[in-house]
């Protein structure tokens, strides 16, 4: 089953379109099932997931943890994606200062 864990520093007031841009799993090879877990580093900051035309998520504000999070426990979001279809999640910090973001996103083939 791959797995993709990205961690980045999203700057005060920037947005980072899209954090799992430039995985080879960004785009879902065939029809699978997707859970997605993802914290932040301190209050303040929104996500918001989406695989392919589906909004998983609407802007929320992830956990607040300094680690990834757990698998299972903590995959929160889970879709189908169609082959094809892209992981898309859009990280927004508001704040005055820089945030990082920890997601992990688990793709099992159907």
């Known amino acids: 089953m791959p797995v993709i864990m990205k961690e980045t520093a999203v700057a005060a007031g920037a947005v980072n379109e899209n954090i799992l841009a430039g995985s080879a799993f960004e785009f879902a090879r065939q029809n699978s099932l997707v859970s997605i877990g993802i914290a932040q580093s301190a209050t303040g900051g929104f996500a918001t997931v989406q695989s392919g035309a589906d909004i998983v ?3 929320f504000s992830p956990p607040i943890k300094t ?3 757990i698998i299972p426990d903590e995959m929160y979001f889970s879709d189908v994606a169609a082959a094809g279809d892209r992981l898309v ?3 927004r910090n508001p704040t005055a ?3 990082t973001v920890r997601v992990v996103a ?5």
């Open 106 to 110: 688990q793709v099992t083939p159907l």
């Open 97 to 99: 200062g820089a945030l």
């Open 57 to 59: 998520a609407e802007e």
């Open 67 to 69: 680690v990834y999070p």
């Open 89 to 91: 999640v859009r990280y």
